[in-house]
Antibody, heavy 120, light 106 residues
Framework: QITLKESGPTLVKPTQTLTLTCTFS??????????VGWIRQPPGKALEWLTL???????RYSPSLKSRLTITKDTSKNQVVLTLTNMDPVDTATYYC????????????WGQGTLVTVSS | DIQMTQSPSTLSASVGDRVTITCRAS??????LAWYQQKPGKAPKLLIYKASNLESGVPSRFSGSGSGTEFTLTISSLQPDDFATYYC????????FGQGTKVEIK
């Protein structure tokens, strides 16, 4: 059974860097074609894809946030880490990590999400 | 960037109604389209992948169709558990979500 869980701060100050960790089980990020992505959702708004890391350490970033985002993985710990620099109140959102299925490439399993508020 | 536009933004319907939600892509995405259901405070749930493939465990009243730039999600007979927000997502080039369609009780 695949599970994912996000962890990290619930409150960050403007200009600070956000670091979130996705800890997963039930799959290996060394399996061909598998990936883990991050998606966020501001309160009352739509989903926004942020970034994804593949089994082979290839990475993809949202063009609008590319300069502020970094994604890394620790395969031995079954973790993926997201960093987002220069946080602003508009970055207040629930942040989800999700498993990207090999073969048909959809996000089939999601974490429960973690709400991050940006405020001084 | 590929933009995804859903319509309507809100839909009022009754239990038993047939419901259709439309999603348009700004350029062809062939069949690389998924549909998700999201309830308040919960993570999205995958319903349909590759435009028309029903995810395992999802009731057969849900169906998807389309290719290229025009796609639809149909719920053949709306059930109480189906009142939620639905998102389309393209995964032809990176990933982009539509703005969502909220299905409300009429």
């Amino acid at each position: 059974q695949i599970t994912l869980k996000e962890s990290g701060p619930t409150l960050v100050k403007p200009t600070q860097t956000l670091t979130l960790t996705c800890t997963f089980s039930g799959f290996s990020l060394s399996t061909s074609e598998v990936g883990v992505g991050w998606i966020r959702q501001p309160p009352g708004k739509a989903l926004e894809w942020l970034t994804l890391i593949y089994w082979d350490d290839d990475k993809r970033y949202s063009p609008s946030l590319k300069s502020r985002l970094t994604i890394t993985k620790d395969t031995s710990k079954n973790q993926v880490v997201l960093t987002l620099t220069n946080m602003d109140p508009v970055d207040t959102a629930t942040y989800y990590c999700a498993h990207r299925r090999g073969g048909d490439y959809v996000f089939d399993y999601w974490g429960q999400g973690t709400l991050v508020t940006v405020s001084s | 960037d590929i933009q995804m536009t859903q319509s309507p933004s809100t839909l009022s319907a009754s239990v038993g109604d047939r419901v259709t939600i439309t999603c348009r892509a700004s350029q062809s995405i062939t069949s690389w389209l998924a549909w998700y259901q999201q309830k308040p405070g919960k993570a999205p749930k995958l319903l349909i992948y590759k435009a028309s493939n029903l995810e395992s465990g999802v009731p057969s009243r849900f169906s998807g169709s389309g290719s290229g730039t025009e796609f639809t999600l149909t719920i053949s007979s709306l059930q109480p558990d189906d009142f939620a927000t639905y998102y389309c997502q393209q995964y032809s080039s990176l990933w982009t979500f539509g703005q969502g369609t909220k299905v409300e009780i009429k």
